[in-house]
């Protein structure tokens, strides 16, 4: 594109000005320096401009939609409108300046490493206080979603710890989602998972005391590699009377205390301790 051709397009049209004067950017439309110099000048200018925005950001954002626009007229056939154009540059400009000067908005949410363990419970499904194993179960559900697998999952434990005679319970899970769901009293019976939920719900009951608490993967290995050995073996409902070798290592981890890292954002968890925002986030009775 020649200079001449430039300087009309983003200077001296009839839309270009109009654009230029809906913006409020003070710049110089009857200038008689070149294109090239003409961008300098504007582009190293930070004095404000309208609403507080520096005249450059605006500037280029203003280049930058109108020359969107010029590529819409010219291959979308599509009419420019000067007030849409002009409230479009105004609002990225915005945006932008906010942005990169707002102080209290704080310092980025960047990843921090945090250890998780298992820690142990009162009473539990598959292992005591001791970590001694009692019981525990695998077995492939079919098809379906990670969290009709996670509340059927929390189902049969349920079940099984009753028929082991347990009279306190302390349910743990990874699903935040199944967590909320058999906290929450109101959930729609319209629910894909309605029965599930419900059943766990009135099961609870059964016991003198329980207690649901979500807890990050890491801190519930041992229960997450059951679950994984039932979906890879696609195998049928077994029920582990003895520790089987698969969980071997995850359960002598935790017995041992070993904690495993997981990054989180520090936004989500201000003064995140693992033991008390897992022990925090609860249902109890």
Known sequence: MHEEAEAHLFIHCTISSSIWHLTKCNVNLSSDLNFESWLKLNYKDDT????????????IY???????????CTFNS?????????KKAISSA??????????????PNLPITMS???????????????CNWISGFSAFVGQGSTLKAELWAIS????????????????????LVAFNLLRNSSVSNMHDYYNLISY????????????VSHYFREGNTCADNLAKHGLLTRCSFTTHHRLPPFPKTHFLADSMGVAFERSITRCLFPDLICNDYCNNRELRR
């Not at 349920?158 to 743990?172: F, G, P």
Request: glycine letters at 4%; charged letters at 15%; one cysteine or more.
């Open 156 to 175: 049969v434990g349920i079940n099984l710890a009753s028929s082991l005679n347990c009279t306190h319970l302390w349910v743990k899970t990874d699903s």
């Open 94 to 107: 915005a945006e932008l300046f906010y942005i990169a000067t707002n102080t209290t908005l704080g310092p």
């Open 48 to 59: 404000t401009s309208h609403l507080g925005i520096p005249h450059n950001c605006l500037f």
């Open 62 to 72: 203003t280049l930058w939609h109108l020359w969107i626009a010029r590529n819409d």
């Open 78 to 86: 599509k009419t420019p409108s000067p007030k849409i154009i002009a």
């Open 116 to 130: 998780v363990k298992w820690n142990p419970p009162q009473c539990e499904i598959i292992r005591d206080h001791n």
């Open 200 to 211: 766990c719900r009135l099961a609870f009951r059964s016991f003198s005391s329980f207690q």
